[in-house]
């Protein structure tokens, strides 16, 4: 039986139900850990996005390379229904993600206005007091 990569684990070559299941299975992993990349996103730990998102993106690339196995076949109504809430969560996923790295650029954006202000020596300030003597 000849074999297919897919991400580290070889997957047979087999009927398109059994490649179905194949990617059912990746796809089931991929809301699992988006369920944990949704909660990473809202109590951040150390380190834990980073491994989120290690873990997504293998799946994701697992999911390209065993979806080219099915070719131009029909897929059933389930597997269907499945890819469409995989679609709906990554784009949740992707709106969490661009949320969050936006406040993260509004926290940068408030501390680096407060060290440059905090660095400033008024070389390059008009001085008030200076202003009002030379009235």
């Known amino acids: 039986m000849s074999r297919v990569e897919v991400g580290e684990r070889p997957l047979p ?3 398109a139900a059994n490649r179905e299941v194949i990617i059912e ?7 699992q ?6 909660s990473a996103l809202r109590e951040p730990t150390a380190g834990a996005l980073r491994a989120v998102n290690e873990r997504k ?11 080219r196995t099915l070719g131009d076949g029909s897929v059933s109504p ?3 229904e499945q890819i469409s809430n995989a679609r709906k969560l990554l784009q949740e996923s992707l709106d969490g993600i661009k949320l969050h790295l936006t406040a993260i650029n509004e926290i940068m954006r408030v501390i680096r206005q407060s ?4 660095e400033a020596d008024g070389t390059y300030t008009r001085n ?4 009002e003597w030379l009235r």
């Open 13 to 15: 070559r087999a009927g």
């Open 25 to 31: 299975g990746c796809l089931a992993r991929l809301e």
């Open 33 to 38: 850990v988006l369920a944990e990349e949704k």
């Open 57 to 67: 993106s293998a799946i994701l690339l697992e999911l390209d390379r065993a979806s």
């Open 78 to 80: 389930q597997l269907l």
């Open 115 to 118: 060290v440059e202000r905090s």
């Open 128 to 131: 008030r007091r200076q202003d």
